[in-house]
T-cell receptor, first 111, second 110 residues
Framework: DAGVTQSPTHLIKTRGQQVTLRCSPK?????VSWYQQALGQGPQFIFQ???????QRGNFPDRFSGHQFPNYSSELNVNALLLGDSALYLC??????????FGSGTRLTVV | GENVEQHPSTLSVQEGDSAVIKCTYS??????FPWYKQELGKRPQLIID?????GEKKDQRIAVTLNKTAKHFSLHITETQPEDSAVYFC?????????FGTGTQLKVEL
């Protein structure tokens, strides 16, 4: 077991809709990063949350937003879904001096 | 920003042979280089990592080397087994984000 829990595992949404993905980090980890992995590609960094604030952001539009809660869990929100948002969304947790542990991901399909 | 290139994109070896995957990075500020194995439909799993103050690290059949001057690092798998078949990703961390390579599909044939 990875220790990082993501929900839901699969999701189908229609273009224009909004979606919320959830992540619970590994015990002892306080930092959560989100990645988008398109089919056949490497994961792309969306953003990272630490102490309930967005610490760093990748090249993703403002339609992608997030939140971190006091218990270190996190949400990824995507508004106005596009077909191109279809991907595997991975959450990775970490802490100072430790590596990144990935969750199993949420497979989002936009139709 | 950081850019990571990975080669080859596909690699086929006979069981028992060695496999080598190479990556280059662009940002000299990157200080942590993990390697992940991802099986179809599953999460990336960390198999080995190396920090910028170390030149080589080994864990059983897996080793990683880092050349900071040339900005490249490599994954070496010896005595390959069919269960090593998967996609392997290298990554480089600058500040707080990991930048991944494009992946290598490794196939170990019997």
């Amino acid at each position: 077991d990875a220790g990082v829990t993501q929900s839901p595992t699969h999701l189908i949404k229609t273009r224009g809709q909004q979606v919320t993905l959830r992540c619970s980090p590994k015990s002892g980890h306080d930092t959560v990063s989100w990645y988008q992995q398109a089919l056949g590609q490497g994961p792309q960094f969306i953003f990272q949350y630490y102490e309930e604030e967005e610490r760093q952001r990748g090249n993703f539009p403002d339609r992608f937003s997030g939140h971190q809660f006091p218990n270190y869990s996190s949400e990824l929100n995507v508004n106005a879904l596009l077909l191109g948002d279809s991907a595997l969304y991975l959450c990775a947790s970490s802490s100072v001096g430790q590596g990144y542990t990935f969750g199993s991901g949420t497979r989002l399909t936009v139709v | 920003g950081e850019n990571v290139e990975q080669h080859p994109s596909t690699l086929s070896v006979q069981e028992g042979d060695s496999a080598v995957i190479k990556c280059t990075y662009s940002d000299s500020a990157s200080n942590y280089f993990p390697w992940y194995k991802q099986e179809l439909g599953k999460r990336p799993q960390l198999i080995i990592d190396i920090r910028s103050n170390v030149g080589e690290k080994k864990d059983q059949r897996i080793a990683v080397t880092l050349n900071k001057t040339a900005k490249h690092f490599s994954l070496h798998i010896t005595e390959t087994q069919p269960e090593d078949s998967a996609v392997y990703f290298c990554a480089a961390r600058d500040f707080n984000k990991l930048t991944f390579g494009t992946g290598t599909q490794l196939k170990v044939e019997l």
